[in-house]
Nanobody
Framework: QVQLVESGGGLVQAGGSLRLSCAAS????????MGWYRQAPGKERELVAR???????NYADSVKGRFTISRDNAKNTVYLQMNSLKPEDTAVYYC??????????????WGQGTQVTVSS
């Protein structure tokens, strides 16, 4: 069974920083693309940042220059360094990974979500 376990959310003042982590665990062949999404109250879930296995990244325009996504393939872990946080960054952040299963097939997996709250 595959699980994504997130950590690192919390409450921070505007202008502050947080680092999110997400580790994939269980039995699988490989972890391909990994990413972070967020969902604010009353809004749809949106892509924040995504990184391929070879390190190619893409970001939402709203976070470019402030957030950095990275990964450690040996640890099956993805990170999101968030700097210069703004109140509008407040949301539940979800980790997403496209995982190749050991006995065939592949699927998107989601973490349980971690709350990020930025106070003004």
């Amino acid at each position: 069974q595959v699980q994504l376990v997130e950590s690192g959310g919390g409450l921070v003042q505007a202008g502050g920083s947080l680092r999110l982590s997400c580790a994939a665990s269980g039995t699988f062949l490989s972890v391909n693309a990994m990413g972070w999404y967020r969902q604010a109250p009353g809004k749809e879930r949106e892509l924040v940042a995504r990184i391929t296995r070879d390190g190619t990244t893409n970001y939402a325009d709203s976070v470019k220059g402030r957030f950095t996504i990275s990964r450690d393939n040996a640890k099956n872990t993805v990170y999101l360094q968030m700097n210069s946080l703004k109140p509008e960054d407040t949301a539940v952040y979800y980790c997403n990974s496209y995982i190749i299963r050991t006995f065939g097939g592949a699927s998107d997996y989601w973490g349980q979500g971690t709350q990020v709250t930025v106070s003004s």
